[in-house]
């Protein structure tokens, strides 16, 4: 983000799209929920395809920031940790927390998503972002141990998001972090053989 306003108007835009969807995005409603005068958002984003985008970069590090504390707790980074059951227990504490404490996050990225399908300006930057994530899942089961760490990296993104929409706009129950620990260790010791 380029100043810490930025961040304000797009911290408010994530909230918006979570709280009231696509439609209630407005430069107008921005400016309202985060405090600013009138034309504030307008002036870090003039257009509405310019406000999505912020809104996408700004929900993209805020996701990074989750996922990468969670991953170097310890001070052990993911290509150092080869034990099973440390992954699984990072994969599911991050899981658990975006299907709970950011949940605002997740709704709002999926809202984005959808946008992005629409979108092709919007598809380029979620794309991008997408690939990032993606790249964290093969590191991830790399240091499980996978002998095929790009076709489980993505299989595993493509459970983690199946298990998000369930839990968050879907009609499933939201998983116990236990429950969770105990999917991840199961996925990553078939996925590494062990």
């Not at 920031?65 to 080869?82: D, L, W």
């Not at 099973?84 to 996050?105: C, F, K, M, Q």
């Not at 996978?146 to 998001?161: F, K, L, N």
């Not at 706009?169 to 939201?174: F, L």
């Amino acid at each position: 983000m380029s100043s810490q306003r930025a961040v304000v108007v797009a911290d408010a835009a994530i909230a918006i799209l979570a709280e009231r969807g696509m439609r209630g995005l407005t430069h107008r409603a921005v400016d309202e929920a985060a405090g600013l005068p009138p034309g504030s958002t307008s002036n870090h984003a003039r257009t509405r395809a310019a406000l999505l985008e912020l809104a996408l970069v700004r929900l993209t590090q805020r996701e990074e920031t989750v996922f990468t504390a969670a991953m170097t707790s310890g001070g052990r980074t993911p290509e150092s940790a080869g034990e099973v059951t440390r992954l699984a227990d990072l994969l599911a504490r991050t899981t658990h927390a975006a299907i709970t404490v950011h949940r605002e996050t997740t709704i709002a990225r999926y809202e984005l998503a959808l946008e992005a399908s629409r979108r092709p300006e919007l598809r380029t930057t979620y794309d991008e972002m997408g690939r990032r994530f993606r790249e964290q899942a093969v590191a991830v089961l790399a240091a499980a141990g996978s002998p095929d760490p790009v076709r489980h990296g993505r299989q595993m993104v493509a459970y983690v998001e199946g298990l998000l929409f369930d839990a968050v706009v879907g009609a499933g129950d939201v998983p116990t972090l236990e429950e969770l620990d105990a999917a991840f260790r199961e996925l990553l010791r078939i996925a590494s053989g062990r």
